[in-house]
C-alpha cells in the first residue's frame, strides 16, 4: 500500500492517518510543506497544474514498468 499526495497543506488529515496506520506516503512538496512528515518527498510546484500532471505522470508510468517486470 502506498499514498500519493499533491497538496500536503490540504491532506493534513490523510497524511496523519497514513502516519498512524503505518502507510507510506509520497508528497509532492513546495517551500512552504514539511518534508520531515511523509516518506519520499518530491520537491515540485504543488500549486501548478503542469507540474501535477508531470510528477503523476512519471510515478504512473514507473508503476507500470514495475508492473511488467
Known sequence: DLVIIVDQKKETTAI????KLGVPTVC?????CNPEIVDIPIPANDDAIRSIKLVLSKISDS???????
Open 28 to 32: 509532492m512538496l513546495d517551500t512552504n
Open 63 to 69: 508503476i507500470l514498468e514495475g508492473k511488467a517486470i
Open 16 to 19: 496523519q492517518e497514513c502516519i
